[in-house]
């Protein structure tokens, strides 16, 4: 059964450093997503994309973070100078419809 | 604007018996409904999902929801709990039916089964 794959399982960086999310969705899904679920909180939506461009985003997805699907296959979260309150675990989904199909997610810690 | 509610963060319930989990939802438009189920350290599960055809809707892993719109509600049960249905549930509503639009979940309900 195809699924959705994240890497790495979990990143630790430094305040103020980049770091790039990677995401390979299911391969005939149009729609791709990011949510992020802090430690203990409920999962928040963070930004979807469609056709190559940004459909929706919340009022988290500011400007220190970036989408891309840069090669057809890949979809990529970069937070471009990462904050303590960054730390969270982020999940990836995509779907062909309504029915979105999340990663196994990738917990990031930021010190 | 969508909303869930998940009320109770934590229910008890002995292996065997009856599971309820609530939801109750906001929604400008008719919604999508779905439960996800998260266990330890893994990702989200789609459970089951209401998208305007049968009221009453059956998941996988003996779970089942019913949509009733008059009480904006879509209540997740199982009749039997086992211990491996240990872990936390969320609710979810789609922003517009029928479209790929952002999910909005609840905060979650986290299921304990004891012997």
């Known amino acids: 059964e195809p699924e959705v794959t994240q890497t790495p399982s979990h990143q630790v960086t430094q305040m103020g450093q980049e770091v790039i999310l990677r995401c390979v969705p299911i391969?005939?899904?149009?729609?791709f997503y990011w949510y992020r679920q802090i430690l203990g909180q409920k999962v928040e939506f963070l930004v979807s994309?469609?056709?190559?461009?940004?459909?929706?985003k919340s009022e988290i997805f500011d400007d220190q973070f970036s989408v891309e699907r840069p090669d057809g296959s890949n979809f990529t979260l970069k937070i471009r100078s990462t904050k303590l309150e960054d730390s969270a675990m982020y999940f990836c989904?995509?779907?062909?419809?309504?029915?979105?199909?999340f990663g196994p997610g990738t917990r990031l810690t930021v010190t | 604007a969508q909303s869930v509610t998940q009320l109770g963060s934590h229910v008890s319930v002995s292996e065997g018996a009856l599971v309820l989990l609530r939801c109750n939802y906001s929604s400008s438009v008719p919604p999508y409904l779905f439960w996800y189920v998260q266990y330890p350290n893994q990702g989200l599960q789609l459970l089951l999902k209401?998208?305007?055809?049968?009221?009453l809707v059956k998941g996988i892993n003996g779970f089942e929801a019913e949509f009733k719109k008059s009480e904006t509600s879509f209540h997740l049960t199982k009749p039997s709990a086992h211990m491996s249905d240990a872990a936390e549930y969320f609710c979810a509503v789609s922003g517009m039916a029928g479209t790929a639009s952002k999910l909005t979940f609840g905060t979650g309900t986290r299921l304990q089964v004891t012997l």
């Open positions: 391969s005939n899904h149009l729609y």
């Open positions: 209401y998208t305007s055809a049968a009221t």
């Open positions: 994309f469609y056709n190559n461009e940004i459909s929706e």
């Open positions: 989904a995509s779907a062909q419809s309504y029915e979105q199909y």
